[in-house]
């Protein structure tokens, strides 16, 4: 799972630091809200219509856009929340009247580590609970951080950055700027305390998904993670469907471990995934399973179509071997530290069948997994990649899918027989070099 999108979004008129991505944008502007409200108006609106909605890029928007009817002189505001993700510390929405946007970011784990980060009030709120008051019309105010300096000359008076709610080591966090001369009225964290108490709790719910969103998604993929969150929790519970079978397993894992120690082969392993992981994910597949050195992946006729499904496995185990044999010619730190792990190779198998995509297991301890006849058949083809001494090996359903152009390079291996297969099967080596695109 790769939380970035596809597509960059164009961050203009606004600008981000580069650890910082721009997942969404929300542009409805003050339409969004009545022109006019009480604060009572928007707690009933967080009391009850705001439960139906469903992301928070739009219920932030909206609940300031409100904010801003009921008299409120919010001109900017954020909201920061952590969240459970290997690549991500947090996520952020980002809004002000000057633009009308309501952005959704997430920064990755190396903002950490940057001066930007650091210098940043919100790292005294998230990681201590401090509440920043800052008067943007005073010299002290204006020199306290970079931030501020920016935002003063912006025309903001006045920032504040307060925690939201606590829970464990950091902090969730909102902020609030205007321009109104002389800043926040003296009474605005009085009148709006029960406001934010409320609407915290939508903030809550909503984490709570998110992460439960991201560990089903990290540990099981989109695909079986959605599935998963909407009800399909049952011993049983999944349907039969076809595919193309992506099998891949690494060549002389067994010597790795003999002379490698635990977290050296760990990272080669984790190399070895990321290179093969990637490719599969870049072409539309689903992967399913690390299992000990080899991955399991599938490409959905349905949602590919058949040609569609076998030309991007195809690409998909293509680009694996091109990118191993890059890694072996170039590594990254650390692997390249490591000595007498090269060179990394691995067996590919592509094979065209129907499986069952759901839940096995124990009554209390479940797998969501695809299992059948046509796994176990790509398997063994794969093993068939050291005998015949090919990295890449398809069988005839994936070839008889593929298009004309995309069969260039295929080399029948003749007819073998399987374990447990009653019929021979007409097997293809694939030129590695020749690279596939996918529509």
Known sequence: MSPMVDTPIDASPRQYPPFVHLMARSARGAACAPERQ????????????????????????????????????????????????????????????????????AATAGARESAAFKNNPLSKVMFEGETIVADLETVEGRSSSPLMGELAAEGYT???????????????????????????????????????????????????????????????????????LSGEIRRGDGEAIKAVIFVSDLRGFTRLTDRLSGPDVATVLNSYFEVVSSAVLDHGGDI????????L?????????????????????????????????????????????????????????????????????????????????????????????????????????LGGDTRTGLELMGAHQLRGVEKAMNIFAVSIDQPVAAE
């Open 38 to 105: 009480t604060l009572q108006d928007v707690t009933n609106w967080l009391l009850h219509e705001a439960s139906s909605i469903d992301r928070v890029m739009l219920m932030f928007e909206e609940f300031m856009w409100r904010s801003r009817a009921s008299g409120v002189d919010v001109d900017r505001a954020t909201l920061h929340i952590a969240t459970l993700h290997p690549q991500l510390i947090g996520f952020s929405w980002v809004w002000n009247t000057s633009d009308g946007f309501c952005d959704e970011i």
């Open 158 to 228: 006045e920032y504040v950055a307060m925690p939201l709610s606590a829970g464990g080591d950091r902090q969730n966090a909102i902020t609030f700027a205007t321009k109104r001369p002389g800043g926040f009225p003296e009474t605005i964290a009085e009148d709006t305390k029960g406001l934010l108490e409320v609407f915290a709790l939508h903030v809550e719910r909503h984490i709570i998904q998110r992460i439960a969103r991201n560990v089903v998604d990290t540990y099981l993929g989109p695909n079986a993670g959605a599935r998963v």
């Open 288 to 295: 399913l399973k690390f299992i000990g050195d080899g991955i």
């Open 297 to 401: 992946a599938v490409f959905p006729t349905e949602q590919l179509g058949h040609s569609g499904a076998a030309e991007r496995a195809l690409a998909a185990a293509r680009q694996s071997l091109n990118g191993l044999r890059e890694l072996n010619q170039a590594a990254p730190e650390p692997l390249d530290a490591i000595s007498a792990w090269r060179p990394l190779q691995a067996g590919i198998a592509l094979h065209e069948g129907e499986v069952f995509f759901g839940n096995v297991g124990a009554k209390e301890r479940l797998d969501f997994t695809v299992i059948g006849r046509a796994v176990n058949e790509t398997s063994r083809v794969e093993s068939l990649c050291k005998q015949l001494d090919r990295p890449l090996l398809i069988t005839d359903p994936v070839a008889a899918a």
